[in-house]
């Protein structure tokens, strides 16, 4: 069965850095295009970070230059390195990945950035 397990996330201070891991399992991710979502309360939910199968990655506007997307094929996880934390990056952080026809979703995990 195809599982996504989100962790690290939690309390830092504005400038602080964070590190978020996504760990698959029951398929290979680097097969596939694997991507971090979050959702604000009130707020529309965000295309944060992507990286594909030949290790391509992109990101929204509001996070280049501050947060790294990465993975691990070894180990089948895929991480957001997260500096220079700012209050408008608080909200649950989703870990994503399209295998046609289905969309696969973690848990999520909470990051707070508030001093």
């Known amino acids: 069965q195809v599982q996504l397990v989100e962790s690290g996330g939690g309390l830092v201070r504005p400038g602080g850095s964070l590190r978020l891991s996504c760990a698959a399992s029951g398929f290979t991710d680097s097969n596939y295009t694997m991507s971090w979502v979050r959702q604000a309360p009130g707020k529309l939910r965000e295309l944060v970070a992507s990286i594909n199968p030949g290790g391509r990655s992109t990101y929204a506007d509001s996070v280049k230059g501050r947060f790294t997307v990465s993975r691990d094929n070894a180990k089948n996880t895929v991480y957001l390195q997260m500096n220079n934390l700012q209050p408008e990056d608080t909200a649950v952080y989703y870990c994503?990945?399209?295998?046609?026809?289905?969309?696969?979703w973690g848990q999520g995990t909470q990051v707070t950035v508030s001093s």
């Open positions: 994503n990945t399209v295998i046609s026809p289905r969309s696969y």
